[in-house]
């Protein structure tokens, strides 16, 4: 069965240091891996996706992620934080064995990013 | 983001009342899904609509009531509601191909049953 683990629950930045958040996940079939953003009071924002192409993946606000197989992990990074980017972080697998028909999203626990001034 | 909007975004109600919650998708996509946020727990998902069929129902309790009566219109209908549901109620939606399962995520319904 698919699992993903968000490794950090709080990441505390500086303004202009560079952004890790990390995520291992567990998977039988060759996964689909994604990252989204929520900001406060907000909905899930897309920041990208894996889906077997490139391993590293290239999103949006200068975010990415290197889809690593052989450590089974998906760590987001971004080389310099804004203050903008403070919000809470999900990394999702996509369930490709459902049998319903539909794709299940296993969503880890989330890490709340805090960019210091 | 206005791929997926969600009515209303805030919503407070008594254990007594019945109220719905209306997502609307204008994505063209054919899969749609309720998801249910609390303080500290991860997203549960608690329905999922394929091509307006149900095709999970996650253990949800029958006080939460799902209604897809296109692709584009999903409701989530409450009646006798505990205070243990109060949360953020998320809507998203997928195209369906059996290629592409990125889900894209309404802003919410924040509920707070007293």
């Known amino acids: 069965a698919q699992s993903v683990t968000q490794l950090d629950s709080h990441v505390s930045v500086s303004e202009g240091t560079p952004v890790l958040l990390r995520c291992n996940y567990s998977?039988?079939?060759?996964?689909?891996l994604f990252w989204y953003v929520q900001h406060p009071n907000k909905g899930l924002q897309l920041l990208l996706k894996y889906t077997s192409a490139a391993t590293l993946v290239k999103g949006i606000n200068g975010f990415e992620a290197e889809f690593k197989k052989s450590e089974t992990s998906f760590h987001l990074t971004k080389p310099s934080a804004h203050m903008s980017d403070a919000a809470e972080y999900f990394c999702v697998v996509s369930d490709r064995g459902s049998t319903s028909g539909t794709y299940k999203y296993i969503f880890g626990t989330g890490t709340r990013l805090k960019v210091l001034a | 983001e206005t791929g997926v909007t969600q009515t209303p975004r805030h919503l407070v109600m008594g254990m007594t009342n019945k109220k719905s919650l209306k997502c609307e998708q204008h994505?063209?996509?054919?899969?749609m899904y309720w998801y249910k946020q609390s303080a500290k727990k991860p997203l549960e998902l608690m329905f999922v609509?394929?091509?307006?069929?149900?095709?999970e129902n996650n253990s949800v309790p029958s006080r939460f009531s799902p209604e897809c009566p296109n692709s584009s219109h999903l409701f989530l209908h409450l009646h006798t509601l505990q205070p243990e549901d109060s949360a953020l109620y998320l809507c998203?939606?997928?195209?369906?191909?059996?290629?592409?399962?990125?889900?894209?995520f309404g802003p919410g319904t924040r509920l707070l049953v007293l």
């Open positions: 609509y394929n091509f307006k069929e149900q095709t």
């Open positions: 998977s039988s079939y060759s996964p689909s």
């Open positions: 998203a939606s997928s195209l369906w191909t059996g290629g592409d399962e990125t889900q894209y």
């Open positions: 994505l063209g996509h054919n899969a």
